[in-house]
C-alpha cells in the first residue's frame, strides 16, 4: 500500500455524493492531500506543504485544516522530536476554486454536486520544487535517521497518456457506473485529461479544448444511452494567463 510521509497509507478516495438528487457532476482528474508547514526540530529546513494524508473527500475546501490536521498528529503519534507542525496554506485550494469559479457561476451549491475523480488515487508530481522534491530530499533523508519513521511511498504523477490509459483500463466501469447513478445530471470536466477520459469512457469523439469563444458551451455526450449536457473547462491548476482569462470571460458571460 502507498504510504505519506510520517506513515499514514494512501488509500482508494470514494465519491463525494450529495444527499439528494445531483444537480452537476465534477469530475477531476485525481484526489489532493491533506498538506502541513513541517518545521525540522534543529530548524535546519521548513517545508511549506508537505503532503501526509489523504484529503478528507474529494473537491476538500481546506475549511477545517486546523482539525483535520490535529487528527492526524494523534493518528501518527507526532512527536517534538520530529520538530513542529502548522497549516499549508494550499489545503483545498482545488475545492475552493471549483467553488467559486466553476458552481457559484453555474448557479449550483457544493451540497448538490457529485463530485469524483478520474482516478482515485493520490499522485506526487516530480521536478525542481516539486512534492516529490520535497518528500525525497527533506522527509526520506530526516526518517533515515530516525527510528520508527519509514521513507515515503507514494505514486509518481503518470504523464498524460498514461494516466489516460490506465483510467479507461482500470476505471471505466467504475466511472461508469458512477455517472450512470448519478442519473441526467450535466457533466463538468476540469482539464484535458478529464475531458479525454469521460469521451473514452462513453465512447464519444475527444473535445479538444481551446481558449476560445467556444470555451464552457455545453455540448451534448450520451452516458450508458441517457444524454446528458456536458462542460468541458480547463483545470483549477492551470494558472497560464490566457486560460485564466478565457475562464473569467465564461463567468462573466453567465452573468
Same mark, same amino acid.
Given at each position: 500500500?502507498?504510504?505519506?510521509?510520517?506513515?499514514?497509507?494512501?488509500?482508494?478516495?470514494?465519491?463525494r455524493?450529495?444527499?439528494?438528487?445531483?444537480?452537476?457532476?465534477?469530475?477531476?482528474?485525481?484526489?489532493?492531500?491533506?498538506?502541513?508547514?513541517?518545521?525540522?526540530?534543529?530548524?535546519?529546513?521548513?517545508?511549506?506543504?508537505?503532503?501526509?494524508?489523504?484529503?478528507?473527500?474529494?473537491?476538500?475546501?481546506g475549511?477545517?485544516?486546523?482539525?483535520?490536521?490535529?487528527s492526524?498528529?494523534?493518528?501518527?503519534?507526532? *512527536?517534538?522530536?520530529?520538530? =513542529?507542525? %502548522?497549516?499549508?496554506?494550499?489545503?483545498?485550494?482545488? #475545492?475552493r476554486?471549483? +467553488?467559486?469559479? /466553476?458552481?457559484?457561476?453555474?448557479?449550483?451549491?457544493?451540497?448538490?454536486?457529485?463530485?469524483?475523480?478520474?482516478?482515485p488515487?493520490?499522485?506526487?508530481k516530480?521536478?525542481?520544487?516539486?512534492?516529490?522534491?520535497?518528500?525525497?530530499?527533506?522527509?526520506?533523508?530526516?526518517?533515515?535517521?530516525?527510528?520508527?519513521?519509514?521513507?515515503?511511498?507514494?505514486?509518481?504523477?503518470?504523464?498524460?497518456?498514461?494516466?489516460?490509459?490506465?483510467?479507461?483500463?482500470?476505471?471505466?466501469?467504475?466511472?461508469?457506473?458512477?455517472?450512470?447513478?448519478?442519473? *441526467?445530471?450535466?457533466i463538468? =470536466?476540469? %482539464?484535458r485529461?478529464?475531458?479525454?477520459?469521460?469521451? #473514452?469512457?462513453?465512447? +464519444?469523439?475527444? /473535445?479538444?479544448?481551446?481558449?476560445?469563444?467556444g470555451?464552457?458551451?455545453?455540448?451534448?455526450?450520451?452516458?450508458?444511452?441517457?444524454?446528458?449536457?456536458?462542460?468541458?473547462?480547463?483545470?483549477p491548476?492551470?494558472?497560464?494567463?490566457?486560460?485564466?482569462?478565457?475562464h473569467?470571460?465564461?463567468?462573466?458571460?453567465?452573468?
Amino acid at each position: 500500500m502507498a504510504r505519506f510521509p510520517f506513515g499514514r497509507p494512501s488509500c482508494r478516495r470514494e465519491p463525494r455524493r450529495p444527499a439528494g438528487r445531483a444537480a452537476l457532476v465534477v469530475l477531476g482528474v485525481y484526489p489532493s492531500a491533506l498538506h502541513v508547514r513541517w518545521t525540522l526540530p534543529d530548524w535546519s529546513a521548513t517545508v511549506g506543504a508537505l503532503a501526509v494524508d489523504d484529503e478528507p473527500e474529494v473537491f476538500w475546501d481546506g475549511a477545517d485544516a486546523a482539525r483535520r490536521i490535529d487528527s492526524w498528529k494523534s493518528a501518527v503519534g507526532w *512527536t517534538s522530536a520530529w520538530g =513542529t507542525i %502548522g497549516a499549508a496554506g494550499g489545503n483545498g485550494s482545488s #475545492g475552493r476554486h471549483v +467553488a467559486e469559479h /466553476v458552481l457559484r457561476p453555474l448557479g449550483v451549491a457544493p451540497a448538490d454536486v457529485y463530485f469524483t475523480d478520474c482516478l482515485p488515487t493520490y499522485f506526487v508530481k516530480n521536478g525542481q520544487g516539486s512534492q516529490g522534491e520535497r518528500i525525497r530530499d527533506v522527509y526520506d533523508r530526516f526518517a533515515a535517521a530516525h527510528p520508527g519513521l519509514c521513507a515515503a511511498d507514494l505514486p509518481p504523477r503518470p504523464r498524460e497518456a498514461e494516466l489516460i490509459r490506465r483510467c479507461l483500463a482500470d476505471e471505466r466501469d467504475a466511472l461508469l457506473g458512477q455517472l450512470t447513478e448519478s442519473r *441526467t445530471a450535466p457533466i463538468v =470536466t476540469l %482539464g484535458r485529461e478529464a475531458a479525454y477520459v469521460l469521451a #473514452g469512457v462513453c465512447g +464519444a469523439d475527444r /473535445v479538444r479544448l481551446r481558449a476560445d469563444t467556444g470555451y464552457g458551451q455545453p455540448r451534448a455526450i450520451t452516458v450508458a444511452g441517457v444524454r446528458r449536457d456536458w462542460i468541458p473547462l480547463t483545470h483549477p491548476g492551470n494558472h497560464t494567463p490566457a486560460w485564466t482569462d478565457r475562464h473569467a470571460a465564461w463567468v462573466r458571460s453567465l452573468g
